[in-house]
C-alpha cells in the first residue's frame, strides 16, 4: 500500500535514516542515493555487508532493574514476550560490558546508536546515563524511543547531543484518561509526569542552543482521537518547537501479542482520513513541527522480498546480550536458534562477532525465518529488505 503524508515542516532528523516515505519509488531513491555517496552501492547490490553498517540497535534489559517497562500498553506489538524476559533465568545485558562494547565500536564500525525496546523501556536500564554519555563521547548519533516516563534520567546527558541525535517520545493520548487507557500505566502520574519530562527537556535543550531533534509519535485508536485533544496536542507542540508528531494506525501483529488492540480498537484508515481532513485548518497554522499521518499499517504482512537483508546495513544486540539479523528475532524465544556471540562474556570483541555472524547469517537465511508467522518487519526493516532484495537476473537492477 501506498500512502500520502501531510507534512507541514521538512525535518532533518525524521527525514534522513529514519526517513517514512510516500511510496516504495521514494523508498528506492533514498536508499540509492544514501549508499553511492557513502561509496557502497556496488558492495550491496553483490549481496555483501556494508563495510561500515549505520547503526547498532540495543535493546537494553538487565535482571537487576526494577522492571521491564513502567507501561504495559495494550498496543505493544510483543507485549507477551515479557514473560519470557521474566521467567527463564535470561540476565540480560550486563551494563559494564554494554559499555565495553560502546567503546569497541567507537566512530569506526556503526555511525551511531538506537536504543530501543519492544516490551522494555530503555530508560529503565541501569546506568542509562552513563551509556547516553559514552555513546556521545565516542562521537557516535544517537537516538531513543522511549515512554518518557522516566525523561529526566537524560537530563544530565542532554548537553552533549547535537544535531544528529533524536528522542523519540511515544504519547498515544493528550489526557490522561487517553493516556492511561492505551498506555496502562504502572504510576498514577504517568501521564502528567511524561509530558513534564518533555517540557523540561525543551527548555534544557533552548538553553543551551542545542539542535538535537525531538518527535512524538501517537498510535490512533477509537479511545484517543477526540479532536479537541489532538488540538490542544498540535498547539501545545508547536509552542514547545517540538520537530516532529508521527499519527498512524497499526495493524495487529501475527506474533508477538495476543491482545494486542483488543482493549482499545485502532481506527480505519478512512477514519484516520476523516479526521486528518477536520484538522486541516490547525495543521496549515503550524510552522514548526512536522506533522505526519501514515496510513500505511504499522507492520507490512505481505513481504515482497525473499530473505532478510537488514544485517547488512545494520546490527541488532537483543535483550538476551546476543546478536540477531532484525528487531522481532531478537526477543529471547529465538535466542538459541538465530542468536550469536555473547555481549556479556570477559573477551567479546565485537567486529569479529558482527564478521562471523554475517557470514552466519548469510548462509542460514532461509525465507522461513522472514515470513508472518514467525518474524514481523518493522515498517523501516521493510524498507530496508525491499530495497536490498536483488532481482537475480539482473543483480545490477533493484526492483521498485
Known amino acids: ?13 525524521e527525514d534522513s535514516f529514519w526517513k517514512e516515505f510516500d511510496s516504495r519509488e521514494a523508498r528506492r531513491r533514498f536508499w540509492n542515493d544514501l549508499f553511492k555517496r557513502r561509496g557502497e552501492h556496488h558492495l550491496l547490490n553483490s549481496g555483501c555487508a556494508a563495510n561500515k553498517a549505520i547503526y547498532l540497535e540495543v535493546h537494553p534489559y538487565f535482571h ?3 522492571r521491564l517497562c513502567s507501561n504495559r500498553c495494550v498496543w505493544c506489538t510483543r507485549g507477551d ?7 527463564n533465568g535470561n540476565i540480560g545485558i550486563e551494563p559494564e560490558r554494554l559499555l565495553t562494547l560502546i567503546n569497541q565500536i567507537s566512530e569506526h564500525i ?3 546508536v538506537l536504543l530501543s525496546g519492544n516490551c522494555t523501556e530503555p530508560l529503565q536500564y541501569p546506568m542509562i546515563d552513563e551509556v547516553v554519555k559514552l555513546i556521545k563521547k565516542c562521537n557516535l548519533g544517537f537516538r531513543i524511543n522511549t515512554n518518557f516516563y522516566q525523561g529526566d534520567k537524560l537530563f544530565d546527558a542532554v548537553k552533549l547531543l547535537d544535531k544528529r541525535d533524536f528522542i523519540r517520545v511515544s504519547l498515544d493520548g493528550f489526557s490522561e484518561n487517553a493516556y492511561n487507557i492505551s498506555h496502562r500505566p504502572q504510576f498514577i502520574d504517568a501521564f502528567i509526569r511524561t509530558k513534564t519530562n518533555v517540557e523540561e527537556l525543551i527548555q534544557i535543550r533552548d538553553k ?3 539542535q538535537f531533534g525531538i518527535g512524538l509519535t501517537w498510535i490512533m485508536t477509537k479511545s484517543n482521537t477526540l479532536l ?4 490542544n496536542a498540535l498547539h501545545w507542540a508547536e509552542g514547545l518547537k517540538l520537530n516532529s508528531i508521527r499519527f498512524r494506525i497499526p495493524a495487529e501483529p501475527l506474533v508477538g501479542n495476543e491482545s494486542f488492540c483488543k482493549d482499545d480498537p485502532c481506527l480505519t484508515v478512512n477514519e484516520l482520513l476523516e479526521l486528518k481532513q477536520e484538522l486541516q485548518t490547525d495543521l496549515s497554522s503550524l510552522t514548526s513541527v512536522n506533522v505526519q499521518f501514515l496510513e500505511e499499517p504499522h507492520t507490512p504482512q505481505e513481504k515482497t522480498f525473499e530473505k532478510c537483508h537488514y544485517y547488512r546495513i545494520m546490527s541488532v544486540l537483543g535483550a538476551s546480550g546476543m546478536f540477531f539479523p532484525c528487531t522481532s528475532l531478537s526477543m529471547v524465544s529465538n535466542r538459541n536458534d538465530l542468536g550469536y556471540g555473547d555481549v556479556n562474556t570477559p573477551a567479546f570483541d565485537y567486529l569479529k562477532t558482527r564478521d562471523a555472524f554475517i557470514k552466519k547469517w548469510s548462509l542460514l537465511n532461509p525465507k522461513k525465518f522472514c515470513n508472518g508467522r514467525v518474524s514481523e518487519c518493522t515498517r523501516f526493516e521493510f524498507s ?11 543483480p545490477d537492477r533493484i526492483p521498485i
Open 64 to 66: 537487576e532493574q526494577d
Open 110 to 112: 556503526h555511525e551511531g
Open 228 to 231: 479537541n485533544d489532538i488540538r
Open 208 to 210: 543551551l542552543h542545542s
Open 81 to 87: 514476550e515479557r514473560k519470557a524476559l521474566e521467567s
Open 1 to 13: 500500500m501506498t500512502y500520502k503524508n501531510t507534512y507541514i515542516r521538512t525535518s532533518s532528523y
Open 384 to 394: 530496508v529488505n525491499e530495497w536490498l532484495e536483488i532481482d537475480e537476473k539482473k
